[in-house]
């Protein structure tokens, strides 16, 4: 295979990597495994740009992306535009899809795995036409992320202690909001504190993200009105890992999640793969099963999914 693989250098682990290094050691490993594959290193501020420009052409069979969440959101959203296959070097703070895909968290041992791996179909949401890999939330995250945002950290220690601050913020002052749904046809009217719809269901990790993404669904959950404790209590069911013990929570799956926020009078957010986003007063949310190809390790190809072909 002909493969391109664009790093951003200012993506978490790799902003203290020798990138020089890595580039040498992803490029042998690659040539090994009988691929050809060339390296860009971009900064942060240019890599939605690297990434399209990537995913556009031609001459190539599948594209590499390293970085944080943000990153490779980004990159599945226009490898799953072009229809070109995806690699991911998870090099950022959670590396959910990563995690999903079962792909090693250390970025040497990944490109190393990557380079060995198969080629898979995974399922891909969309938020309103965006795409996403993790997850659309709004309500609790939202606000979290937004606390989080107004504060300065230059490490993943520090973005571990933001998120914290951020967690206990949002305790003190949940929020508390109407939405209408519609799930595959099911409807309801609810006031909620939260809202997640995620690329297949939640598995039982304390992160919240799925076992797989070939189940071809959307997980959808609702957190009822919370308090202060009420809040305390979910985070502590979601920290052990118990989330579908949470009495306030209600979790449903289905394929197509509509959403309309009837009191809408100002300016709100929502998340999606952890970026802080504007939402308006009705978003539609889509599974779109098995439509982005991505590189996954043969071990994880033959405990989770059937491979499509070899890399």
């Known amino acids: 295979m002909r493969i391109q693989a664009i790093f951003n250098k200012d993506g978490g682990t790799f902003r203290t990597t020798d990138m020089e290094a890595y580039v040498r050691h992803a490029e042998t490993v690659f040539a090994a495994a009988g691929h050809h594959l060339d390296c860009d290193v ?7 740009m690297a990434l399209r420009r990537c995913a556009g052409r031609t001459d190539l ?22 229809g070109i296959c995806l690699g991911v070097v998870p090099a950022g703070t959670m590396n959910l899809f990563a995690r999903s895909l079962r792909i090693p968290l250390n970025i040497w041992q990944a490109v190393d795995a990557l380079a060995d791996g198969t080629v898979t179909d ?21 606000r979290m992320v937004r606390l989080r945002n107004a504060m300065t950290y230059r490490s993943r220690p520090g973005k571990i202690i933001a998120n914290v601050r951020a967690a206990i913020g949002v305790m003190l002052d949940p ?11 099911l409807r309801e009217h609810r006031t909620v504190s939260a809202i997640n719809v995620s690329n297949n269901r939640f598995g039982n990790d304390s992160l919240l993200y799925a076992d797989a993404v070939t189940g071809g669904h959307l997980g959808f959950y ?28 209600t979790e449903m799956t289905g394929s197509a999640v509509d959403l309309h926020f009837p009191r809408i009078d100002r300016a ?26 991505v590189i996954v390790p043969r071990v994880a190809a033959q405990s989770t999914i059937k491979p499509q072909a070899a890399a």
């Open 42 to 48: 971009v900064e942060g501020a240019d890599i939605e």
């Open 61 to 82: 069979d599948a594209m590499l992306a390293g970085g944080g969440d943000g990153t490779i959101s980004a990159a599945a959203g226009f490898a799953w535009e072009s």
């Open 122 to 142: 995974a399922d891909i949401g969309s938020a309103n036409g965006r795409a996403f890999v993790h997850q659309f939330s709004a309500g609790l995250h939202a």
């Open 222 to 249: 609702v957190a009822q009105p919370l308090t202060t404790s009420g809040v305390a209590r979910l985070a502590y069911d979601i920290l052990r890992g118990r989330l579908r013990e949470n009495t306030a929570v």
């Open 175 to 185: 929020p508390q909001f109407e939405v209408e749904f519609d799930v595959d046809g």
């Open 268 to 293: 709100v957010n929502c998340v999606i793969d952890g970026e802080l986003l504007p939402m308006g007063r009705d978003v539609s949310l889509r599974l779109h099963a098995g439509e982005l190809k």
